[in-house]
């Protein structure tokens, strides 16, 4: 598959790895004095190599992906001289020991029938996403809470390419560099996917501040579970969010907000939540009379269908009809 967007190239995502995360290590934090001038950022590839206990020839194959089976040991040293956190490590070690490739992902992701219910009789935002973030199913409150929390949106995109959700977002640089270092965790060695490869290289090309976090190769398997918002009708909301694996599906969630009951945040949501319907009531009185058929006027009068002209009806005799 030819991908050209960096991180896409599914033939080296280990090296690719290696290689944006050893950019971003200055040598001074792995205590190396930088004398001189220096012709890349970060480390050079022997002080990773010296650092990890492994010849700079073999270090070279790994980021070049002309050695692509480290031994753990190996991983974990690179780890360590790369200065990952625990979500980085584990995605290190995905990398270089992939999991078999799944069968392609089903075109149409179907949403349990109970999920959906239960979608209806929530009282607060609630929606299904897919793996690569598609709005799978959403209720009501969802739709008044993002115009973009509704069935068909992927919601990457609409962070990266819709000026209304960037808006609502009142921390957006940070939430959408979480989410993007979520999405590298969830997806790990598979980038091979046609859906993942569509949807990077669309917004590579879209959006210049998500090729850069792309490009970084930042790593977050957990994220903040609070949303800092700013709704344009009902102010600043802070919400919880709780994400929810949906049982026998391929890896979609059911996410929820809520609010802290009492806060000044339940009662906006509170408000949000008349509004919504108030608007969904509208809504279907407006449905109601489009629906019901209007009445249908009888045939006009033809000729001699009129009523017959009673006496006074016609012309009296004292008018007089204008000459030609």
């Known amino acids: 598959m030819a991908v050209t967007v960096e991180g896409m190239k599914n033939t080296n995502a280990l090296g690719d790895f290696l290689r944006a995360r050893r950019q971003r290590v200055r040598p001074e934090d792995v205590g190396i004095n930088p004398r001189g001038l220096r012709r890349v950022p970060g480390l050079r590839r022997e002080e990773v190599a010296m650092l990890a206990g492994i010849s700079s020839d073999y270090y070279l194959r790994l980021e070049q992906g002309r050695d692509r089976n480290p031994s753990?040991?190996?991983?974990?040293?690179?780890?360590?001289?790369?200065?990952?956190?625990?979500?980085?490590?584990?995605?290190?070690?995905?990398?270089?020991?992939?999991?078999?490739?799944?069968?392609?992902?089903?075109?149409?992701?179907?949403?349990?029938?109970?999920?959906?219910?239960?979608?209806?009789?929530?009282?607060?935002?609630?929606?299904?996403?897919?793996?690569?973030?598609?709005?799978?199913?959403?209720?009501?409150?969802?739709?008044?809470?993002?115009?973009?929390?509704?069935?068909?949106?992927?919601?990457?995109?609409?962070a990266f390419l819709d000026a209304r959700e960037q808006r609502l977002y009142r921390d957006w640089p940070q939430a959408t560099a979480a989410v993007v270092a979520q999405l590298r965790a969830a997806t790990g060695a598979d980038t091979d996917d046609p859906r993942l490869a569509a949807l990077v290289g669309e917004l590579s090309l879209k959006s210049e501040y998500f090729s850069q976090l792309w490009a970084r190769h930042d790593v977050r398997r957990r994220e903040e579970t609070v949303s800092r918002l700013h709704h344009p009708d009902v102010g600043d909301l802070d919400l919880y969010r709780e994400k929810l694996a949906v049982t026998g599906t391929d890896d979609q969630l059911l996410v929820i907000y809520?609010?802290?009951?009492?806060?000044?945040?339940?009662?906006?949501?509170?408000?949000?939540?008349?509004?919504?319907?108030t608007a969904t009531a509208t809504d279907r009185r407006t449905d109601a009379r489009r629906s019901t058929p209007s009445p249908q006027a009888g045939p006009g009068p033809g000729p001699g269908s009129g009523p017959e002209p009673g006496p006074g009806t016609g012309p009296s005799d004292d008018q007089t009809t204008p000459r030609p």
């Open 258 to 277: 809520h609010a802290e009951p009492g806060s000044p945040s339940a009662r906006s949501l509170g408000l949000l939540g008349s509004l919504a319907a």
């Open 72 to 158: 753990v040991q190996v991983l974990e040293a690179l780890a360590r001289v790369l200065r990952l956190d625990a979500d980085g490590t584990a995605h290190l070690l995905g990398l270089g020991h992939p999991r078999p490739s799944r069968s392609p992902r089903p075109v149409t992701e179907k949403v349990p029938v109970g999920i959906l219910h239960l979608l209806g009789e929530l009282q607060m935002p609630a929606f299904v996403q897919g793996k690569y973030l598609d709005v799978l199913a959403a209720n009501v409150m969802a739709g008044a809470l993002s115009p973009n929390l509704v069935v068909g949106v992927n919601r990457l995109r609409a």
